[in-house]
Structure formats: structure tokens, C-alpha cells
T-cell receptor
Framework: GDSVTQMEGPVTLSEEAFLTINCTYT??????LFWYVQYPGEGLQLLLK?????DKGSNKGFEATYRKETTSFHLEKGSVQVSDSAVYFC?????????????FGQGTILTVHP | EAGVTQFPSHSVIEKGQTVTLRCDPI?????LYWYRRVMGKEIKFLLH????????ESGMPNNRFLAERTGGTYSTLKVQPAELEDSGVYFC?????????????FGPGTRLLVL
């Protein structure tokens, strides 16, 4: 079945450091890929998405490129801020007979210190 | 525009009791989803409504869980009787378009603790 694997956390960085959170997936066909973020006390928010191979999603300084050859969708940011502290979830939408359901990774807790 | 809302935000019940969670999707969104995150693990799909019909309920763990969406607006998820392993955060999401261009908008979740 479909699955998403994220790097183990938690991740702790200093402000202005470079961030990478690894995400790899297993799916049949051509899934759409997403990063969602959950800030403390809030619900999940869509951070960025990519719907086909080689697409790059970007938002708020975060980027992720859909790599079909490595089945990956790693999240990156060049300079993190304290306000980026949150839980980050990688997810896929397989489509087809999976209809609309999203398959999520286990989440990565990011803490950024001043 | 109001986002997805969920009620209650927290619920603490004893094993064997009944709990009903409510989700109000974004107005005009035909697709409504329930997900659950247990003990810091991955968020897992429970079921998908299109309007008032259950499109996919393959993620429902057992028959103690009953979801309804009468009239195609808000949805309820009832757990009866609740067990310890039902503790977790229950998320609701809604979307307007189903398919490759779909974006699901999530509510803040209901934290359920079964003692």
C-alpha cells in the first residue's frame, strides 16, 4: 500500500540555520505530494504541494521538489526563524481508487532557538 | 471565510462511555474527511464523505465508530463504547474539488482522552 516515511525528529536548530526534513514515499501511479505544518495550538495548514514529477512547491521560504527517480519530496529552507517551530507532516494523495484520502508520514518536530 | 471548525476541542471520558465529535466544513465544500493521530504517530485516514454519502470508509477501525453527515453539511463521529486505544487527536478536513487539484483544509482537531 501507499506509505510516507519522514526523517526522525525532533530537529533542533539555531535561528538562520539551514533546514532539511527528508521525506520518501511509496505509491503506485503518480501521486500528488504535500507538506503540512501544525503550529502550536493550531490545526494543520497546507505549506506547499507538487502534483507531478520535477515540480517544485514553495511557500514562506520553504521549498520541496518532487523527485520521481528517488521517490522523495524533501523540505528545505535556507534560513529558519523561531516562528518556524512546529510539527511538519509530509503526505501523499494517490488518487485513483484511493479517492481523496491523504497518507501521512509520522511528523517531524522542529524547534528553532534564537 | 470561516475555516473548518471542530467541537469540542478537548474531551476526557472514561472507558465504556460514548463521545460524539462534530465537524463543520468550509461552506460549499462537498468533500469531508476524518483523520486520527494516535500517540504521536502518523495521521491516519478514517473516512471520506461526498455530500451526505460515504465515499470511502476503509480507514474506520471497527464498528464502535459511526460517522454521519446528514444533509451534507456538518458531520459527527461517534465512538461507542470508547476504549483506551481510541485516545488521540481527531482531525476533520474539507475540500471543494476532488482529484489531483484537491487541497484539503484541516480543522484544529479534537483531543480525545479515554481513561
Amino acid at each position: 500500500g501507499d506509505s510516507v516515511t519522514q526523517m526522525e525528529g525532533p530537529v533542533t536548530l539555531s535561528e538562520e540555520a539551514f533546514l532539511t526534513i527528508n521525506c520518501t514515499y511509496t505509491a503506485t501511479g503518480y501521486p500528488s505530494l504535500f507538506w503540512y505544518v501544525q503550529y502550536p495550538g493550531e490545526g494543520l495548514q497546507l505549506l506547499l504541494k507538487a502534483t507531478k514529477a520535477d515540480d517544485k512547491g514553495s511557500n514562506k521560504g520553504f521549498e520541496a521538489t518532487y523527485r520521481k527517480e528517488t521517490t522523495s519530496f524533501h523540505l528545505e529552507k535556507g534560513s529558519v526563524q523561531v516562528s518556524d517551530s512546529a510539527v511538519y507532516f509530509c503526505a501523499l494523495h494517490a488518487g485513483g481508487t484511493s479517492y481523496g484520502k491523504l497518507t501521512f508520514g509520522q511528523g517531524t518536530i522542529l524547534t528553532v532557538h534564537p | 471565510e470561516a475555516g473548518v471548525t471542530q467541537f469540542p476541542s478537548h474531551s476526557v471520558i472514561e472507558k465504556g462511555q460514548t463521545v460524539t465529535l462534530r465537524c463543520d466544513p468550509i461552506s460549499g465544500h462537498d468533500n469531508l474527511y476524518w483523520y486520527r493521530r494516535v500517540m504521536g504517530k502518523e495521521i491516519k485516514f478514517l473516512l471520506h464523505f461526498v455530500k451526505e454519502s460515504k465515499q470511502d470508509e476503509s480507514g474506520m477501525p471497527n464498528n464502535r465508530f459511526l460517522a454521519e453527515r446528514t444533509g451534507g453539511t456538518y458531520s459527527t463521529l461517534k465512538v461507542q463504547p470508547a476504549e483506551l486505544e481510541d485516545s488521540g487527536v481527531y482531525f476533520c478536513a474539507s475540500s471543494q474539488v476532488w482529484g489531483t487539484q484537491e487541497t484539503q483544509y484541516f480543522g484544529p482537531g479534537t483531543r480525545l482522552l479515554v481513561l
